[in-house]
């Protein structure tokens, strides 16, 4: 058996910090092992209290054990012996559609299958490359800066409208209102099924699936995640599937697509929460095979952030842009309004 003080690090060695985080002021008391399998999301609990275990997690210097409960404002850090990998932001001359830039900010209407920024697996052609390419000069477009002025971010098979800072004090005051939830932000997403109500809105505490780290869950208790707000309305039915429009008071990880599969309507062709597959409908072969071309045109999940509202960070002018649906949602929208007006005419 491996005691303890066997995988204590060798302090005589220089030691090299790879992740850390000051706990927020309204953070709750919670064990450290927890907080830390919140925050990433690659690692299992197991392996954190390994690292823990072994004096690689120091809270304001020091390390602790895996009860140490976190407290607002600690300083906590993962340190190792050797240096982490070194990131450098290549400018990288990607096209963006630019929907409104100033000397202060720009907003960019994201194409789907961009990745915001880079991290393990996608070192270059994400969004943040194609900025450090299109802002030269910004001094928060430095090469060892990989999440420069982002302030949000949407996945990276979602489409829409992004804002970006350009300035540290456009960063701090838009920061400022998204941790608010100030800001002004609506989704349309297609999903599988039809809605009694017109509109509803759906809460819960948002956290890691324990079963599937990549995924995200809702908790009914409180201390099991993050609080989450979406309120969405329905926009058009169209047989099998509707088209609803929803507004985020909280801005969390996957929001929209875990709370839509929590109240039985996934999005469509959403492979990790389940939309990818027929779930309403008939046993019609031609159904099937219309479904499945649609799955064809839309290869992602049917997500497009279409408004976004903030408060200017140097004017204080309220700031409100509106985008088009991208082509690959306006094709399968259209074409289940096809399918919903024959099988009316059918009737």
């Not at 925050?39 to 020091?62: C, D, F, H, P, Y």
């Not at 300035?167 to 100030?182: G, I, P, W």
């Not at 995200?216 to 609803?244: D, F, P, Q």
Request: net charge neutral; proline share 3%; hydrophobic share 35%.
């Amino acid at each position: 058996m491996v005691k303890e003080e066997d995988l204590q690090i060798d302090n005589s060695k220089e030691l090299y910090e790879h992740y850390s985080w000051v706990v927020d002021k309204g953070q709750g008391a919670l064990r450290i092992d927890k907080f830390l399998t919140d925050k990433m999301e690659n690692a299992s609990r197991t392996k954190i209290q390994a690292a823990i275990t072994a004096g690689s997690v120091l809270v304001n210097g020091a390390s602790v054990k895996s009860n140490y409960k976190v407290k607002p404002l600690d300083n906590i850090s993962i340190v190792m012996a050797e240096p982490p990998r070194e990131i450098e932001l290549i400018p990288e001359d990607i096209p963006l559609d630019v929907v409104y830039e100033d000397e202060h900010l720009i907003v960019v209407n994201k194409q789907a299958g961009l990745v915001v920024h880079p991290a393990h697996g996608n070192y270059t052609g994400t969004l943040v490359n194609a900025l450090a390419y299109h802002i030269k000069d910004s001094e928060l477009f430095r090469k060892d800066n990989t999440r420069p002025g982002l302030v949000h971010r949407i996945d990276k098979n979602t489409s829409g409208l992004l804002v970006v800072a350009k300035t540290d004090l456009a960063l701090s005051h838009l920061a400022k209102q998204f941790y608010e939830h100030t800001t002004d932000r609506k989704y349309i997403a297609m999903v599988w099924g039809n809605f009694e109500e017109e509109e509803g809105t759906v809460t819960g505490y948002l956290d890691r699936d324990k079963k599937d780290r990549k995924k995200m869950c809702v908790y009914e208790n409180e201390g099991e995640g993050k609080w989450s707000v979406t309120h969405y309305k329905v926009l058009e039915r169209l047989a099998y599937v509707t088209l609803i429009e929803c507004q985020l008071e909280t801005g969390r990880t996957h929001q929209i697509r875990v709370h839509m599969e929590y109240i039985k309507h996934p999005l469509f062709n959403d492979e990790k929460y389940g939309g990818n597959r027929i779930l309403k409908g008939t046993t019609f072969s031609k159904y099937k095979q219309f479904v499945e071309n649609a799955f064809k045109i839309l290869p992602r999940h049917a997500l497009h952030a279409k408004t976004l509202g903030f408060v200017h960070p140097a004017t204080g002018e309220k700031m409100l842009f509106n985008s088009d649906y991208p082509e690959d949602m306006s094709k399968v929208i259209e074409k289940w309004r096809v399918y919903t007006n024959s099988r009316r005419n059918e009737l």
